[in-house]
């Protein structure tokens, strides 16, 4: 069992960033810990992929030229997507704060990133949306 709870099928968790560095970073990261990582440098790129895309969980950078985090964030929503999606940001202010809170991000988390803290909220956002999508065994 991986940090993520997940035994037997891995999580896939979603990376959009437009830093090549923090990308290859996160996966790494990531894969250490059995995960399965697809990357994404651009808003854009990743919704045009999102229809064919399966995750757990999406990583996702405020900051990113064209569509920004946030513009991906309630654009997911509105297309009806569930799974967590945790915000990045290496320029936090109240402002992008009230922002992912109001798009409902799982989480705002500031770089550099911290490993324990990626983990930590992971565990906790992909395990309760797959305890979600488990079938009742109380009949």
């Given at each position: 069992?991986?940090?993520?709870?997940?035994?037997?099928?891995?999580?896939?968790?979603?990376?959009?960033?437009?830093?090549?560095a923090v990308r290859d970073?996160?996966?790494?990261?990531?894969?250490?810990?059995?995960?399965?990582?697809?990357?994404?440098?651009?808003?854009?790129?990743?919704?045009?992929?999102?229809?064919?895309?399966?995750?757990?969980?999406?990583?996702?950078?405020?900051?990113?030229?064209?569509?920004?985090?946030?513009?991906?964030?309630?654009?997911?929503?509105?297309?009806?997507?569930?799974?967590?999606?945790?915000?990045?940001?290496?320029?936090?202010?109240?402002?992008?704060?009230?922002?992912?809170?109001?798009?409902?991000?799982?989480?705002?988390?500031?770089?550099?990133?911290?490993?324990?803290?990626?983990?930590?909220?992971?565990?906790?956002?992909?395990?309760?949306?797959?305890?979600?999508?488990?079938?009742?065994?109380?009949?």
């Open positions: 069992m991986n940090s993520c709870g997940c035994e037997g099928n891995a999580a896939v968790v979603v990376v959009v960033d437009d830093d090549d970073s996160l996966r790494i990261l990531l894969e250490t810990d059995d995960i399965n990582v697809l990357t994404y440098a651009s808003g854009e790129e990743f919704l045009a992929s999102y229809p064919h895309t399966k995750c757990d969980c999406v990583m996702l950078d405020v900051h990113l030229p064209g569509v920004n985090g946030i513009s991906v964030l309630q654009q997911l929503t509105a297309e009806g997507f569930e799974d967590p999606v945790i915000l990045m940001t290496g320029r936090p202010s109240e402002a992008v704060r009230a922002e992912a809170k109001r798009a409902g991000a799982l989480a705002l988390l500031l770089k550099p990133l911290d490993g324990n803290k990626i983990f930590d909220i992971l565990n906790n956002g992909i395990a309760s949306r797959r305890s979600l999508q488990e079938p009742d065994r109380f009949h």
